[in-house]
């Protein structure tokens, strides 16, 4: 990949987020800067291919079958783009996640890898926690999601370049703060945010008109959707993320996937991008 030549805006861009870029390469810098200003412009097509181009090394988008990862497969599985794309099954999936899972199989005639939990400290956790003990205290929720799906992720991303993710801004208070690009320091990889600036209505405008395969729980309340028992439907008015995690007081529900967020440049320009 050649050097890229950093505009005045990309310039700025990466002296007004030095803090945030503490331990990146300058390779790294440049092209998060690059991505980061030019991303905005482009449709959801477009963006996955500049990805591609820009982020030397492999590359990995994570998904969990939801509206917003069936957008970013499509974009990447109908033009073939060299992303691999895996996802995270805990064990407790709804049954409607694995028919969209082999639904998306099917239409797309691809493999979606799955990573597990490690056996040993799923039987560990059990045995501690009981079948339910998640419930009893945010401590003990996170403990599990670590063992489902945290030290799983880890795996995904070993030796991995760039990370692809479903995340929107308007998801939550703690999200509103993302932006296209970033630097995870702990994995020492490039993050990318392609739906930063959409909405759902964006989101389900594009999977109606490409014809993607969705979630059947979309359709019966569940705007988000996460491990069977602790998922459950919004009500009226709810919040995006309500359902996840219900019995929780805290407001910051995160499962520890996405737990370094970074407040980078958030121009999230719209620009009528949608393709």
């Known amino acids: 990949m050649g050097e890229l030549l950093l505009t005045d805006t990309q ?14 390469t300058p390779s790294s810098v440049e092209i998060l800067a690059h991505l980061e200003t030019s991303l905005f412009r482009l449709s959801l097509f477009e963006r996955l291919a500049a990805v591609r ?5 492999r590359i990995v988008f994570t998904t969990s079958f939801s509206l917003e990862d069936q957008a970013i497969g499509h974009a990447i599985f109908s033009q073939q783009l060299p ?25 797309y005639q691809v493999r979606v890898r799955a990573f597990f939990p490690d056996t040993a ?19 003990a929720r996170r403990a599990c999601c670590y063992v489902r799906k945290v030290a799983p992720l880890d795996r995904a991303l070993a030796k991995v370049s760039g ?21 995870e320091a702990e ?9 930063i600036d959409w909405t759902r209505d964006d989101v389900a405008e594009f999977v109606r008109a490409h014809d993607v395969p969705i979630n059947s729980l979309h359709n019966r309340g569940f705007p988000s959707i996460g491990c069977a028992p602790c998922t459950r439907p919004v009500r009226p008015g709810e919040p ?8 929780e007081q805290d407001e910051k ?19 009528d991008a949608m393709p």
């Open 11 to 24: 310039e700025q861009y990466r002296r007004d987020n030095a803090s945030l870029l503490s331990g990146a």
């Open 187 to 195: 994995r020492r990889l490039l993050k990318v945010n392609p739906l």
């Open 121 to 139: 400290d799923l039987e560990a956790l059990v045995s501690r926690q009981g079948d339910s003990g998640f419930r009893t205290s945010v401590v």
């Open 253 to 271: 529900k995160e499962c520890g996937l996405h737990a370094a967020l970074h407040q980078g440049s958030v121009n999230h320009n719209r620009a």
């Open 53 to 57: 181009a820009q982020i030397p090394g």
């Open 83 to 107: 992303i691999d794309v895996v996802t995270l099954d805990t064990g407790r999936l709804f049954a409607e996640t694995h028919q969209v899972w082999a639904e998306t199989e099917k239409h």
């Open 163 to 183: 990370w692809i993710t479903g995340l929107r801004a308007d998801q939550s208070g703690e999200r509103a703060r993302l932006s296209f690009a970033s630097f």
């Open 240 to 247: 995006e993320r309500a359902g996840r995690w219900w019995w």
